[in-house]
T-cell receptor, first 110, second 112 residues
Framework: AQRVTQPEKLLSVFKGAPVELKCNYSYSGSPELFWYVQYSRQRLQLLLRHISRESIKGFTADLNKGETSFHLKKPFAQEEDSAMYYCARGYNTNAGKSTFGDGTTLTVKP | ETGVTQSPTHLIKTRGQQVTLRCSSQSGHNTVSWYQQALGQGPQFIFQYYREEENGRGNFPPRFSGLQFPNYSSELNVNALELDDSALYLC???????????FGPGTRLTVT
């Protein structure tokens, strides 16, 4: 069975500090990896997907097939980055059949 | 452009009853995926509908069933409710199978 592991349930950093949210996935087939974010009282929304190779809101994530990781990084955290972050793996042909991790709550302190 | 909507927002049912949850996909989207999210966990894939046909199912029993209509809205039906079915049910729509998913706000189901 596919598995996505986010080892940290809670992560707290100060404003301006670098932040890295970890994600590891079980390897099989042609995975596509995603990061979703849920801000307080808002719905779950896509932050970025690895095939797009975009930087969204200053966040980047690199797919490391050797380590089966897809860590989310931002060099300078902002208070508005405080949210729940979910890593998910789907397929490059089907983003909807996704396996999600259990999420990491990021708190950025002033 | 109208986003994904779900109804009802909250629902309380008794064990053994049946429930129907509804999802209206974003305008132009032809794919709907349903997820169950238990407290403190990530969403878990239930099934997906593409152009009115089921296109894959996760590890859920047959008492979880669904439909997709010609306008691409969708229903999730759960029969013989169990206490463990208490969760937030999310639907997400996309344009095609590989398209980015847009989530609805969810329906909170409580089974007593």
């Amino acid at each position: 069975a596919q598995r996505v592991t986010q080892p940290e349930k809670l992560l707290s950093v100060f404003k301006g500090a670098p932040v890295e949210l970890k994600c590891n996935y079980s390897y099989s087939g042609s995975p596509e990896l995603f990061w979703y974010v849920q801000y307080s009282r808002q719905r779950l929304q896509l932050l970025l997907r690895h095939i797009s190779r975009e930087s969204i809101k200053g966040f980047t994530a690199d797919l490391n097939k050797g380590e089966t990781s897809f860590h989310l990084k931002k060099p300078f955290a902002q208070e508005e980055d405080s949210a729940m972050y979910y890593c998910a793996r789907g397929y490059n042909t089907n983003a909807g059949k996704s396996t999600f991790g259990d999420g990491t709550t990021l708190t950025v302190k002033p | 452009e109208t986003g994904v909507t779900q109804s009802p927002t909250h629902l309380i049912k008794t064990r053994g009853q049946q429930v129907t949850l509804r999802c209206s996909s974003q305008s132009g989207h032809n794919t709907v995926s349903w997820y169950q999210q238990a407290l403190g966990q990530g969403p878990q894939f239930i099934f997906q509908y593409y152009r009115e046909e089921e296109n894959g199912r996760g590890n859920f029993p047959p008492r979880f069933s669904g439909l997709q209509f010609p306008n691409y809205s969708s229903e999730l039906n759960v029969n013989a409710l169990e206490l463990d079915d208490s969760a937030l049910y999310l639907c997400a729509s996309s344009l095609g199978l590989a398209g980015a998913q847009y989530f609805g706000p969810g329906t909170r189901l409580t089974v007593t």
